[in-house]
């Protein structure tokens, strides 16, 4: 399951605690310009931003699992795989287009952009044609799983 790691965490923290001291502090000394405040304030909004996006993550992993342990199995078929650049607790994102195959359902092509394991990223052009498990929300057939 994917998890906000201790660099998340501390960035949260002082971004929330750096922000409220800095907020009360400068409210406390009477600044007539409010800088620290307008920091304070910029700092804590970060936080919680942060904070959103961790707990989105979470949910999203949580899900995934409970695909993975729940839902449909198959195969997908790599067509073909494209980094896009951009990486996310250093997991490289990549653009992918499989052909997904679930018993008592039609085969079909599939184009996403999905995490993939930094070990997959290395030789991303070179695994088409390469047969994965799949798994699939039984509630929604356009979320898949795809176990690298």
Known sequence: M???NRTGIFLIAVFLIGGIILFV???LAGDPFAVGQLTGGIWIVVALI??????????????D????GGGLKGT???LSAELTGRKVNDQPQARVEFELRVPGTETRRV???????SYAAAHVASKEGLELPAHVDPKDHSRVVIAW
């Open 2 to 4: 994917l998890q906000v």
């Open 111 to 117: 184009s996403k952009t999905m995490l993939i394991p």
């Open 25 to 27: 502090v400068d409210r």
């Open 65 to 68: 699992d409970r695909v993975v």
């Open 76 to 78: 997908a078929k790599i």
């Open 50 to 63: 942060l904070l959103a996006v961790a707990i989105r993550q979470r949910f999203q992993a949580r899900h």
